[in-house]
């Protein structure tokens, strides 16, 4: 017959001196069992002979309610708390790390919902206001319009007219700030394919205008 350690009196006794539902650790021997039996129906505050333990979630130290309880949670609030922030790390660990925002090219926080494809209010509002700008001129419908990001990693942020290099934090208005141009000018039938567009510098496209000449078009 093995033995025990009381975790009320600190005592090393046999196995038999301990209830059957108590031969675990942190159970009290018989005696100590009938002690606290006797002072739990007599109303005595039995809080004074649980040790303190801390809050896995907030740290506070907290005495649970019950003597031999497993709880490691000072509140329900922080149980909750606890769960939600475990439910949220191994959500955002299954969400893949190489997603690039479809306007800018940079990559997209692991945080973002899985089917965010932006990576600001002002990546996605510049982004629409490209689509409806390049279906108005062309009066096409079903044209992809978020090509910002692919055409400057495929041109590899370089004008397709001077051959200069495209600054990626510029914006609009600044004339070198980057600019999407149809080789093909549309009033002279040109498209929103990705072959008919190309980075350019606003202020080298402005230039251009609408003239229509032997360039080369862009290769996917």
Known sequence: MGERQCSRCGETKPEDEFRPSMRRPGGYCRTCMQEYNRKYWAGEDLRDHIPERPCQHCGKPYIPVR?????????????DAARNTAWAVANQAKKPTNRICM????????????DA????????????????????????????????????????????????SVSKTRIHPDPLCASLDHVTPVSQGGTNDLWNL???????????????????????
């Open 67 to 79: 003597p031999l309880s497993k709880a490691a949670y000072c509140s329900r609030a922080c149980k």
């Open 103 to 114: 306007h800018c090219g940079e990559q997209l926080p692991q945080r973002m919902r899985s």
């Open 117 to 164: 494809i932006f990576c600001s209010a002002e990546c996605n509002y510049h982004a629409h206001a490209l689509q409806r700008k390049l279906r108005a001129r062309t009066g096409e419908e079903g044209k992809p319009g978020y090509l910002r990001a692919f055409i400057c990693d495929r041109d590899r942020w370089r004008c397709g007219i001077c051959g200069k």
């Open 198 to 220: 190309r980075l350019t510098h606003l202020r080298c496209n402005l230039v251009r205008g609408n003239r229509g000449d032997e360039e080369q078009l862009a290769m996917l």
